[in-house]
């Protein structure tokens, strides 16, 4: 199995490139279900969830052609409607299918996707808001089986709760359905926002586009026929990198980023002392040599990101006073404290609020990544550690991180991936 070793405290310089999304081209990927003709993608991530995504397109018989950052997919041949537990279970994003299989097909079988690492996370509000459209859902042997065979019917859907994925699969599915769909207490992600657009791009009226009400159009059946599109720059790579600045106490310069979409991660670096340039897509951070302690709550966008919240406290462990981290979306996503403490942080922890002390130093040790934002903070612990830190089972941070060591040597960080 492979682990990066790290030998800590090198200053890092120079510039970075940012990736594609992956969490937009996975819901961009799953809505080409909803056409029969060719798309093209571009920039997409060279990562395992893409390839995963992609693996099941050909699985239901789609066609797909794939190298590295670009995929060209045509669906007209799909001939199977059941996402198997093989991938799903690897993937949770996989759940992406179940909106636009049930709303092209009229019936599907997905694979639940099951708990995982950073908590529970259900899918009943997916299950519930198809059912408002008419979905018959039965859970039967670990699987999702939706039918709609007389299509699916616009609804008035409340989420409860704002969940992106349920917003996406629920987007998919109203653009094939016959009227309108209202989604009231919708996500607002930029990935959600660029779903909406490439489907709007397609013919279909969406109206409220990152609001937090959308209504959307449904062609009643008839499948979308797509323009080409290029995935928006991933913002949590890009915070993961501000990060590693701050933390090395480097000038380290970002491009093609969306500076709107970081906003969040500026904002609360600018509250530790961080400075920045900012020009057109390049964003460069400033070396900052005493960061001070902060607090933060993690929400929905445009609040502050719950897959920045390991990173954020890798770099707090370094500020100059106590600092408090409250998760609010996700009930276990502080698996990386206790491998943070077995660097010498010094991070109490108490339900879903984290209080991060100051200390004078981390020492290399042994860690484990428990998922994938934990893997990136642990290497951003790794570049600041006395000595050399290996991060184990790394496999997590291949599902979402593009390169992340070559990308961090090419910074000057001493870092190599090895083989046990
Ligand atoms: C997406 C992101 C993930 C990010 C998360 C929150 C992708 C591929 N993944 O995950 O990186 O951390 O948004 O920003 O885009 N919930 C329910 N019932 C449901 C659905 C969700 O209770 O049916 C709960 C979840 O357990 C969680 C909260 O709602 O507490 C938000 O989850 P959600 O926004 O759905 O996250 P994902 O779409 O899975």
Partial sequence: MDYLQINGGKKLSGDVIISGAKNSALPIIA?????????????????????????????????????????????????NTKAVYEIVSQMRASILVLGPLLARFGECEVS???????????????LKALEAMGAKIEIRGGYV????????????????????????NIIMAASLAKGVTTIINSAREPEVVQLCEMIESAGVKITGIGTSVLTIEGTDGKPLDFKDIEIIPDRI?????LCAGAITNSSITLHRVNYEHIRASVSKLEEMGCSFNIDKDNITINPTEHLKAINLITTEYPGFPTDMQAQFMSVLIMANGES??????????????????????????????????????????DVMATDLRASSAL??????????????????????????????????????????
């Fill in 31 to 79: 809505s080409t279900i909803l056409s029969n003709k060719e798309i093209k993608l571009t920039n997409l991530p060279n990562v395992v969830d893409i390839r995963t995504l992609l693996k099941l397109l050909t699985m239901l018989g789609g066609e797909v052609n794939h190298d590295k950052t670009t995929a060209i997919i045509n669906n007209s041949s799909i001939n």
């Fill in 112 to 126: 639940l996707p099951g708990g995982c690492a950073i908590g529970q996370r259900p899918i009943d509000l997916h």
């Fill in 145 to 168: 089986r939706a039918e709609a065979p007389n299509g699916l019917i616009g609804a008035k859907i409340i989420f409860d709760k704002i969940t992106v994925g349920g917003t996406e």
């Fill in 237 to 241: 790579e890009a915070g993961t990198y």
């Fill in 324 to 365: 408090i981290i409250e998760e609010r979306l996700f009930e276990n996503r502080f698996m990386h404290v206790s491998e943070l403490n077995r660097l010498g942080a010094d991070i109490w922890l108490k339900g879903n609020i984290a209080a991060i002390r100051p200390i004078d130093k981390l020492y290399s040790a």
């Fill in 379 to 420: 290497v951003l612990a790794g570049l600041v550690a006395d000595g050399t830190t290996n991060v184990h089972r790394i496999y997590h941070l291949d599902r979402g991180y593009d390169d992340l060591e070559g990308k961090l040597l090419k910074l000057g960080a001493d870092i190599v991936r090895l083989k046990k």
